[in-house]
């Protein structure tokens, strides 16, 4: 029998590789700009063609190649960052593996120009699917330039599945943010298609922030971030972090690790802490918060993106950076401060050191006897029999019950039983239509059934038929809606706005007038009937913040994020107090739902009381 073991070829190979390292577009300029960082570039310009699928470019003016380096870069683990293993836990730079440029040129078609200082011609290669097809002496300016075309050409499967532009342009943006906020003396220019999106000059990190975040939503940042800095012998922790009162349901929450972003939820937790009780329920803070740590006590090569980072010492810094974050808090008299009322309050005497201290003085009667003959006080004599002249006693021994006949005509679910009233005194008996709603704490409605006591949370059950009513609208498109006499203006960040654009249809089936009115405000000229004029913006915020872990998701799946978030607005409250009517008709729509059990999100709207368990209750 043969062998069946063999190498693959090195095509095979980078295509394999590719797969964990480039992603989407959005890995594409993560890689290349973060290779410009490591050439000691001071301006990097970026140039995106149909959200990265016809053209990723990517000019900088750093150190450039020479021949032999420029081609040697293409073959896989090839990189000058490290030498030895050893190199592994001293790193300073952003790229490390050496399977970037490999990984791409397996999937896509690059030219890349390259020049160093000192030579005279730059060299020129063309590259696709791993195999080389031009490499030559160009004319070209000191640094590199990469162009990126036709991503995933050889490989329809991966092509099919990138999502929209729109989603395509936002995962784009935030790998610009995550580079563009660690390297403020880094200029940086992105443009999208005709459009200059950012033109970012030379700044610091406050700045940078204020350039690029103040850009899309128009608000003044200075105004709203706390500068926070401590340093230890273990780490040091420096940046920024947002006033309580700036806190929103979709917050800029970053980490950065020795230059480098990272994802950390214990740190996340760490922060979240440090704002306990100064927050609404549902709001986050912003945060641009950068650790600098002796690179031997991290270890970055955990993950192909390069965003999971592990900690030596997490649980010593957790502690540093909550007690940093509530410094600054306490610093800038963000924690509110124990202020007693001191109108009318006695005041205290301040003690004299030269002044005698007494202790306070009391007299009294010795000789007074309360239990003496002398006491003028006397006990008035009352008949109490006089209180019951006139009255019939044989009257009083009557009895006066009523029963409550209770019959049963509905299922167990559905009350729809009636009750017989019988007064025993008079002998005179009364059938209600229905069954009496009774309201507990303005919160529960109960009612009997034909196995016991149906108990309703209120504001469940109409979230519940609230959501049933906008999903129907959704799809037969009806929707109604009412026109604002002063139109309401909605200015939106960058990223929210191509998120915006995707859910906006599906805004309109559920009863919203939209206009754009220039770049990023839009107009909101109408809404559904039973949405609150001065909640219109916060909603349409709240739906955003939702739809943007469901971009990827088909556009039913966005319906129903919009109508959770419309029930939600609109549904009873708790403590809303209802008439007999209104919780009758509450009931006869609730049964009427598919889904009477259950909210939409899997909360539990009614109870049985059975009998039984009434009955061993009460034994």
């Excluded at 200015?491 to 939209?514: C, M, R, T, Y």
Aim: charged share 25%; glycine share 4%.
């Amino acid at each position: 029998m043969s062998d069946v073991i063999h190498l693959l070829p090195d095509s095979v190979a980078n295509q394999i590789a590719a797969g964990e390292v480039i992603q989407r577009p959005a890995s594409v300029l993560k890689e290349l700009v973060e290779n410009s960082i490591d050439a000691g570039a001071t301006h990097i310009q970026i140039l995106i063609k149909d959200a990265g699928r016809t053209l990723i470019q990517i000019v900088d003016n750093g150190k450039g190649m020479s021949e032999t380096d420029a081609r040697m870069a293409f073959e896989r683990h090839a990189t000058s960052k490290i030498s030895d293993a050893n190199d592994l836990f001293s790193l300073r730079t952003m790229g490390f593996r050496g399977e970037a440029l490999a990984s791409i040129a397996a999937v896509a078609q690059i030219e890349m120009k390259t020049r160093r200082e000192e030579d005279e011609l730059g060299i020129l290669i063309e590259i696709a699917g791993s195999r080389v097809f031009k490499q030559e002496s160009v004319q070209c300016p000191v640094g590199t330039s990469f162009m990126i075309k036709n991503l995933f050409f050889n490989v329809p499967a991966r092509r099919r599945f990138l999502k929209t532009d729109n989603v395509e342009k936002t995962h784009l943006l935030n790998e610009f943010y995550r580079i563009a906020l660690v390297y403020p003396h880094i200029s940086f220019s992105y443009t999208d298609g005709q459009d200059e999106v950012f033109q970012l000059p030379i700044s610091n990190t406050k700045l940078r922030i204020e350039n690029i975040f103040g850009k899309i939503s128009k608000k003044r940042w200075e105004q709203q971030l706390l500068p926070i800095e401590t340093t230890t012998t273990l780490v040091k922790i420096y940046g920024y972090v947002g006033k309580p009162e700036f806190a929103q349901k979709s917050a800029n929450q970053y980490f950065f690790v020795n230059n480098r972003y990272m994802r950390h939820p214990y740190f996340h937790k760490a922060v979240m802490m440090a704002y306990d009780k100064m927050l609404t329920p549902g709001e986050n803070p912003n945060y641009f918060i950068y650790f600098d740590i002796d690179p031997q006590t991290i270890d970055i090569n955990i993950h192909p993106t390069k965003t999971e980072i592990k900690f030596e010492n997490e649980q010593a810094i957790w502690p540093i950076l909550s007690a940093t974050i509530k410094e600054t808090l306490g610093k800038f008299n963000i924690v509110p401060s124990i202020d007693f009322d001191t109108e009318g309050v006695p005041e205290i005497p301040v003690n004299q050191p030269t002044s005698d201290v007494r202790p306070p003085q009391t007299s009294f009667n010795p000789n007074y006897n309360p239990f003496s003959q002398s006491s003028t006080y006397k006990r008035p004599s009352l008949d109490w029999e006089k209180l019951y002249d006139g009255f019939d006693k044989s009257t009083a021994k009557k009895e006066h019950t009523a029963n409550w006949r209770y019959e049963e005509t509905g299922s167990d679910e559905s009350p729809q039983a009636s009750l017989t009233f019988e007064d025993s005194h008079t002998g005179e008996s009364q059938q209600s239509h229905q069954a009496e709603n009774f309201q507990l704490k303005n919160k529960y409605i109960l009612t009997g059934v034909k196995s016991g006591l149906l108990v309703i949370n209120q504001q469940r059950a109409h979230f519940r038929i609230l959501f049933d009513e906008f999903m129907k609208q959704f799809e037969q498109k009806q929707a109604a809606s009412q026109q604002l006499l002063f139109p309401e203006t909605l200015v939106l960040e960058e990223e929210d706005k191509l998120v915006f654009e995707q859910i906006e249809p599906s805004l309109k089936n559920a009863g919203f007038e939209i206009s754009k009115e220039k770049d990023n405000t839009y107009s909101i000229n109408g809404i559904p009937p039973r949405i609150e004029v001065g909640n219109v913006i916060k909603l349409i915020q709240n739906v955003l913040a939702s739809a943007k872990s469901a971009v990827d998701d088909p556009t039913h799946q966005i319906q129903e994020i919009i109508a959770l978030s419309l029930a939600e607005a609109t549904s009873l409250k708790t403590g809303q107090n209802l008439s007999n009517e209104e919780m009758k008709d509450l009931i006869d729509r609730l049964f009427a739902s598919s889904n009477h059990n259950y909210t939409p999100n899997g909360k539990k709207i009614l109870s049985i009381l059975t009998y039984e368990e009434l009955e061993n209750r009460l034994k």
